[in-house]
């Protein structure tokens, strides 16, 4: 009975009615805010405190972490070519890669499309077999730290593991490159690398190429970004793989699509999409751009996209001022391909994409753009600290490593031209330089790498400059320190390896040191190597065979005709 009657007769109502009334259960809140998930009430997820709270006068005890948004449900602000996204996976001839062309468009699972927000655990994508779980391992642990070793970004980090975590074909590039990693660093263990370089990461690579191109049928910020990602890592496994032609074909395939993004966003009547699917879209973008620009350093025939634009919105002036590492080392990346470029029209080096910049620009103008760097850069270091205190920003190894690039170029540019070998010589204590600078980036990259026995990152670090100080450093002692930091260990960087650029080193040492000093003597100083007998020019290639490494050098000595080849065994 749910009520009783007064002495008048009235009725009155049962107070412990509600103990025999069934509650009406409710699941408890996994997303809201602490407050909502102790009352078992839905929580409207606002921020920063619900309106649930709010409006009832209860405190808001805020979130364990920040609410997840399932889905972009906002059509995007541009249109991109698709067939632009098709072209960057897919406009190549690489033998892993088999892929119809009639491949039917399917529509992925919308869990699959990008979050405001680390949905957290229940939404990541599972793993499958042992194999695929240890090379996420590594790829979360090991490789996403190392691809952007010497510009760290703990924002980049979290999107390439949320990627990889959230999306199928950003997961499954990302595992055949870790596989692709744990054979390299388990080099020595012969029947673990012939599990791994079996069909792992073909299978893998596929997969994932097979992902991009199924994609959803209409162009969206979404599908752009990830397929600029797949490219990103793509590039990064076939520079891994030995697979050069490939990897640059990548490179430009992702650049061509990040120009189409920018042209459309360029004609948007909407140019200001704040939206975080473009945000994620703009930085993949800026870290192909930056691999575009430093392809430069090892490629003589390659021009970087829109290089004269960026030189002109990237223009020192005595009154500028950098606003940060990042952006020193952005205006700093201009200059490198400026004066490699230089260097190889200097050298009578066919450029098959003409540069405006080669015929107007000369030695003399880009040197005060290097000076002048140099002296925005020292300032900028100076406001933010005094160098003689023991700062963060000055034991920041990107301060090191941009003192190490800047010091090489302007050697470079200084000797610009051919014939000039000798030159050369007046330069030790830059040198010298170079090498204590070097080794402080070393040391860094140890106490980050800790006891691994190999990395890769697609950044062009000190590899190149290491190898370019010992081909034109004939100082003794100067060449034997760089192969001592060579040879530390396995450093890879975009197509350069510390070992084979050690080992090429080593063998123009041989070449220019033969006999110089009498027999059974060693060379004292720069001095005793003549002209005729340094080699001017040399070129190598790394060939990655299924037993051995081998290195074929191409060199030219001063004042002789005629190219010598040789092939050298790692």
């Known amino acids: 009975m749910g009520a009783t009657n007064n002495q008048d007769g009235t009725a009155r109502a049962d107070p412990h009615a509600w103990r ?15 407050t909502c998930k102790i009352r ?41 070519d698709n067939e632009g996204c098709r072209a960057a996976v897919c406009d190549s001839d690489h033998p892993w890669t088999m892929i119809q062309g009639s491949t039917a468009q399917q529509r992925q699972p919308e869990g699959h499309g990008l979050s405001l927000y680390n949905p957290g655990p229940f939404m990541t994508l599972p793993v499958t077999g042992s194999v695929q779980g240890e090379a ?3 790829f979360k642990h090991i490789s996403v730290k190392h691809l952007d070793e010497y510009r760290p970004s703990d924002s980049w980090r979290n999107t390439l593991m949320y990627f990889s975590e959230t999306v199928p074909a950003v997961q499954h590039a990302a595992t055949a490159l870790a596989l692709i990693q744990l054979h390299g660093s388990d080099r020595d263990a012969l029947g673990r690398a012939k599990e791994l370089a079996d069909k792992s990461p073909l299978y893998h690579y596929n ?17 752009t970004a990830v397929t600029l990602l797949v490219c990103y890592l793509f590039n990064c496994f076939d520079q891994l793989a030995g697979n050069y032609d490939q990897a640059m074909k990548h490179l430009r395939g992702g650049v061509e699509l990040s120009r189409t993004v920018e042209r459309a966003a360029a004609n948007s009547n909407n140019a200001s999409d704040n939206s975080e699917a473009y945000t994620l879209l703009l930085q993949v973008t800026r870290q192909i751009r930056r691999l575009d620009m430093q392809a430069v350093a090892f490629l003589v025939d390659w021009t970087p996209v829109d290089i004269q634009e960026t030189v002109n919105s990237l223009h020192l002036s005595a009154g500028c001022a950098f606003q940060s590492l990042e952006d020193a080392a952005d205006h700093l990346q201009i200059l490198i391909a400026r004066v490699m470029r230089l260097r190889y029209a200097h050298h009578g080096i066919f450029l098959e994409c003409s540069d405006p910049s080669l015929t107007s620009v000369h030695v003399t103008v880009v040197l005060g753009q290097l000076d002048l760097w140099s002296g925005l850069f020292e300032s900028m270091l100076l406001q933010q600290g005094d160098p003689r205190e023991n700062v963060p920003q000055h ?46 980036v070393t040391a860094a990259h140890e106490r980050d790498s800790g ?23 004939r ?8 192969l001592g930091i060579l040879r530390r260990r396995t450093i890879r960087e975009a197509v350069w390896d510390s070992m084979s650029a050690a080992r090429v080193v080593e063998r123009l040492i041989e070449i220019e040191e033969s006999g110089q000093a009498g027999e059974g003597r060693t ?27 081998r290195v074929d050098i191409c060199y030219v000595f001063c004042a002789r005709d005629g190219e010598h080849v040789e092939s050298l065994v790692l």
């Not at 190490?404 to 610009?416: A, E, N, P, S």
């Not at 190999?454 to 670090?461: A, E, L, N, R």
Request: charged share 20%.
């Open 20 to 34: 025999r009334k069934p509650r009406k259960w409710a699941p408890k809140s996994r997303l809201g805010c602490k």
């Open 40 to 80: 078992r009430v839905k929580c409207d997820l606002a921020q920063p405190s619900c309106k649930k709270c709010t409006s009832t006068g209860r405190t808001c005890d805020g979130y364990n972490e920040p609410p997840p948004v399932s889905r972009l449900d906002a059509e995007p602000a541009h249109q991109y």
């Open 136 to 138: 996420m391992s590594f």
């Open 207 to 223: 997969r994932a190429i097979q992902l991009v191109l199924n994609q959803e049928a209409g162009n969206s910020t979404e599908t």
């Open 395 to 440: 034991s920041n190894p990107l301060v090191s490593l941009l003192r190490l690039q800047y010091t090489l170029v302007w050697i470079l540019l200084r000797c610009c031209g051919p014939q000039r070998e000798m030159d050369y010589d007046a330069f030790l204590p830059q040198f010298q330089r170079c090498v204590a600078l070097a080794g402080d």
């Open 451 to 473: 006891p691994l026995r190999s990395t890769y990152t697609p950044d062009v670090g000190i590899v190149p400059v290491l190898f370019m100080v010992g081909a034109k450093c």
């Open 475 to 482: 100082h003794p002692t100067v060449r034997r320190e760089v």
């Open 523 to 549: 060379v004292q100083s720069m001095a005793q190597i003549p002209f005729a007998q340094r080699v001017e020019d040399v070129t190598w290639t790394a060939v990655h065979g299924p037993s051995a490494t």
